[in-house]
């Protein structure tokens, strides 16, 4: 005990999880920033400043890809609340509460690629969610084949994949909720609408904020499998999202360096994003209180 | 509250109809997966007539789904240990024993957790196609690894830090070195936090596509959602088998839902209570 080998023993329990996290993940992220500043083909490992940045404000791709993160930063909200007011309702145990969170939560562990894969058979022109609209008197539509349709199609399909995830959380909010606060709030008569607003929102902000961010990120980093099996970022490249550029680039056009540069695109928004949710989510906590 | 009991079961309603909308895409690949392609050209919605596992079969031998299949299961088995191992190692030294600068270690593991895969796959592909890694199971193996360590840290640094110290010092006084504390009693002790962080790390890497499709590019060292969706473009005229082969890569998942629900939601709410 005591021993010099001894001391060190903490150092070399961690040294290979430090060692594997900096040279594959932290070693990368400089390396792709300096890489963005190369060029591809003929220029490759060249210096070329930003042209690729030029290249990738540029592309429409790309645009339809930043207008996209854009849309998604406007479906935020609904993303959030449906998870928030579901979980609300569970925890006030309306009838089958039990069995909705196991139920719901289920999509949320499966792949995006089995997701994708069964909407393709349930949206397809022909499919069930047309029949079925077309009982009602609607539809149909071209769900992956307008362009002014499929974007939101996806998203309503990963929201349909994901909502679960948050909705869990919630819960695991909800548990730390105090009830006698709702209590006074029934005694004080409040309304369901007062009763979220007043009570459980300032209670849980520190969940719901946590659900925001990891929402949105959930959005910009998770919906690969989604686009790469439904759309091929298709039609007319109308679903791109900046992660399946990178993998476009990369992958198929053989343009390292630009994909650099959309990644560090990609994380500075993400860096924004995030950043901006939480100074939002704090001020209006910090108005609550 | 005004939640009075009209008011719930108006509620009830709609939740009940989102449980369905749920449960029902998976019901219908099920169903399309036991008929016959003729029986799915002529009707595609009616209940097929018996369980019948012929498309089942097929995918799983003729189209390839069983060597994806063993690709995934040795990947995802090899990954998850490692994961556990190097997680639980260093989560024992950065939550229980502490030393001079782990808690700006911790931070900087915690700061590797906000960057995307998609944000360093470029220069990743390169450091592995350089060292003669990209395109074996090793180099997989590692990719999966790195991608999850610090979320696997970081939920076992935070359920070490709840061991009492006294635990450490009674074994350090009976004998033991600190690797054998971390070894008979560390790992034991941690047995319900490994689990939960070994399922959702299962779940991950089983469910991944894009790491693996970037870092396997031949045909036979495919995992088995990059055979799904190759199952798409072959299949396309014989949707029963594509079904077929959907339903074997989700019915782990769901076994493994079945059984360990509460172990996955511990893993994904760990981070929105604690720290």
Known sequence: MGSRAERLAPLVLVAPAVLIIVVLRLWPLVLGVNFSFTGDGDRNGMMVGFANYLTLFSDPLFRTALRNVGLLVLLLPVAVAIPGLLATFIYLRVPGHRLYRGVYFFPAVLSPVIVGAIFNLLLAFDGPLNRLLGGLGLGPVDWLGDPGVAIFTVVGVHVWATFGMALVVFLAGFAT????????????GAS?????????????????QFVFVTTMIGMLTSMFG??????SGGPEGSTYLPEYYIWIQQGQMNQPALASAASTALFLIMLVVGLAQIGILRRAAGKED | MSGSRLTKWVVAVPMAVLALATVYPLVFTTNVA?????????????????????????????????????????????????????GSMAGFALGRLRFRGSSTLFLGILAALFVPFQVIMVPLARIMADSGLIDTYPGLVLAYVAQFLPFTIFLLTSYYSTVPAEIVDAARI???????????????????????????????????????LLMMPSAEHRTLMV???????????????????VLIAAIPVLVVYLFLQRQIADGVTAGSTKG
């Open chain 1, 177 to 188: 909720l105090d009830s006698s606060l709702l209590d006074a709030a029934k005694v004080d």
């Open chain 1, 192 to 208: 369901f609408a007062q009763t979220i607003w007043h009570v459980i929102v300032p209670s849980l902000s520190r969940t719901i």
């Open chain 1, 226 to 231: 989604l686009l790469y099996v439904m759309t």
């Open chain 2, 34 to 86: 036991m008929k016959t392609r003729r029986d799915y050209t002529l009707d595609r919605f009616s209940l097929a007539d018996s369980l019948r596992w012929d498309n089942v079969v097929k995918a799983w031998t003729s189209v390839g789904m069983s060597k994806y299949f063993l690709n995934s299961v040795v990947v995802v088995a090899c990954s998850v240990a490692l994961l556990l191992l190097l």
């Open chain 2, 174 to 212: 009976d004998g033991n070195t600190v690797y054998g504390v971390y070894w008979r009693i560390m790992l034991p002790i941690g047995a319900p936090a490994l689990l939960s962080v070994g399922v959702l790390n299962a779940l991950f890497c089983w469910n991944d596509v894009l790491i693996s």
């Open chain 2, 227 to 245: 055979g799904v969706t190759s199952l798409r473009g072959q299949y396309s005229d014989d949707i029963p088998t594509f079904a077929s082969g």
